[in-house]
């Protein structure tokens, strides 16, 4: 009987024990910090790859406004080497007219190649709403493509009084 209590404490130790390595465990990764890096593209662990784009590695656009007004965008992609043959890029200007966005400015290019990088001067642009540049590539492997639309940074060109043209 001594001994059975004995045992019984001891499993209550163990638990206890367990208990609080589960709850600190739990209070450590509440309290990790916040991480803003972008791991969209990369391996998770405990998950698979899960296959994007075939002829295209990665894409990056960017859309930037000087003081004047005056506007310009990036575009660049990359396909893989021995892969991908040709990148057709269109790039429109957007920008917010109420509460849609609308074309107002374009331009297109062609690379007979895996890799394309552009910049676009779109002039001089009017206060008072948000702009982005929508791009959108069509990709090549041989007679083979994909067509990939994304974004650029969105560029709140408007008092921040002014929201009638703003998206947020
Ligand atoms: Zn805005």
Redesign the pocket.
């Known amino acids: 009987m001594f001994f059975k209590k004995q045992k019984y404490i001891k499993n209550m130790v163990v638990m206890l024990v367990l208990m609080f390595a589960l709850g600190f465990s739990i209070n450590v990764h509440a309290e990790e910090p916040v991480d803003n890096n972008d791991y969209s593209n990369e391996v998770v662990p405990g998950f698979e790859k899960m296959a994007r784009w075939s002829y295209t590695d990665s894409t990056y656009a960017a859309l930037t406004l000087d003081t004047s007004g005056k506007a310009t965008g990036n575009c660049e992609v990359n396909g893989y080497q021995n892969v991908t043959t040709k990148i057709i890029v269109y790039t429109y200007l957007q920008r917010?007219d109420g509460n849609e966005w609308v074309n107002v400015s374009s331009a297109s290019h062609t690379a007979n190649s895996w890799h394309a990088a552009y910049q676009d001067s779109f002039g001089t642009q009017s206060w008072g709403?948000?702009y982005r540049t929508r791009n959108s590539i069509y990709v090549y492997s041989g007679n083979s493509y994909e067509n990939i639309v994304f974004y650029s940074n969105?560029h709140?060109?408007?008092s921040v009084g002014d929201?009638s043209?703003?998206?947020?």
């Open positions: 917010v709403h948000d969105v709140h060109y408007h929201t043209n703003c998206i947020n």
